[in-house]
């Protein structure tokens, strides 16, 4: 608001929605979308289409998984205060407990079919198998919980603190671009495969350590 000259009062050109933005809350978000969308749709790649740079890609993996892990306690912890009134503490609460247990899983994974392996009873290629298949079903559990909490913190910020903000569309245009890019990714990876364009196979497990 601001008084003219003549004494009416006239809008001051001040945008209420600048006056409520949180700084923090912003770059809580920014980071989770940095972990969840960019390093999200790179954890599945460099697991399931990057194939034929395995060595690098298992590395890649890794690397984006502890990345992913840390980004997302590191940013819960600086805002939460175990409340439970509202859709996305909920689900952001429960995409910090499950990445913390899907990425022990990978961690888990890596170990098993590392140090286990001159072990009888634990390099059969099955048990490797039946590990890495828990982590991988939580894998796209992970991805999946963790994109959806991303499109209702961006309801939660958009809508709720900048009160009504337009820009809520955003969390529904990142979770769709997601599956989207998902969509793509393994069309093109299963059209490949059908029609034998340099078929991408999965390494197997194998004596002596490597797999
Ligand atoms: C997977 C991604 C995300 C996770 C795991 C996550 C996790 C959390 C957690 C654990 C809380 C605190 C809940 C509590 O107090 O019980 C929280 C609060 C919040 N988050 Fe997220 N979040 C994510 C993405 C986002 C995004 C993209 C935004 C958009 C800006 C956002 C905005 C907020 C806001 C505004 C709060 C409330 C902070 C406060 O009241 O001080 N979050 N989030
Ligand atoms: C937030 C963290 C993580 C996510 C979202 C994630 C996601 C995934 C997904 C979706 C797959 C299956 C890909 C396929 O279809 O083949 C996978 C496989 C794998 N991940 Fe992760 N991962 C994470 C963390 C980690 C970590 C920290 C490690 C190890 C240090 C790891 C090691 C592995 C390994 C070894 C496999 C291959 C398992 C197999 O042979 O099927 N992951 N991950």
Redesign the pocket.
């Known amino acids: 608001m601001q008084l003219t000259q003549d004494g009416r009062v006239a809008e001051g050109g001040l945008d209420i929605r600048e006056l409520l933005r949180?700084k923090e809350?912003?770059n809580?978000?920014w980071w989770?979308?940095s972990?969840?969308y960019l390093a999200g749709i790179l954890l599945l790649v460099t697991k399931r289409y990057a194939k034929k740079t395995w060595t690098l890609s298992h590395y890649l993996h890794a690397i984006l998984g502890y990345y992913t892990l840390i980004v997302?306690i590191v940013?819960?912890f600086k805002?939460?205060?175990?409340?439970?009134d509202e859709v996305?503490?909920v689900f952001?609460?429960i995409?910090?407990f499950v990445t913390m247990l899907g990425s022990l899983s990978g961690i888990f994974t890596v170990g098993v079919m590392k140090f286990y392996n001159g072990d009888k009873d634990w390099a059969e290629k099955e048990k490797v198998e039946v590990i890495a298949k828990i982590h991988r079903f939580a894998g796209y559990f992970m991805l999946l919980i963790?994109n959806i909490?991303?499109a209702n913190?961006?309801f939660?910020?958009f809508d709720?603190?900048l009160q009504g903000d337009q820009r809520k569309l955003l969390g529904f245009a990142s979770f769709f671009s997601f599956v989207l890019m998902v969509i793509i990714a393994e069309a093109i990876y299963r059209i490949r495969n059908k029609f034998s364009l340099g078929h991408i196979k999965t390494p197997q497990v194998v004596d002596g350590g490597k797999f």
Do not use: Q
């Open positions: 949180v809350d912003e809580h978000g989770m979308w972990a969840w997302t940013w819960s805002v939460i205060e175990w409340r439970f996305h503490y952001g609460t995409t910090l963790g909490t991303i913190g961006c939660k910020y709720g603190i």
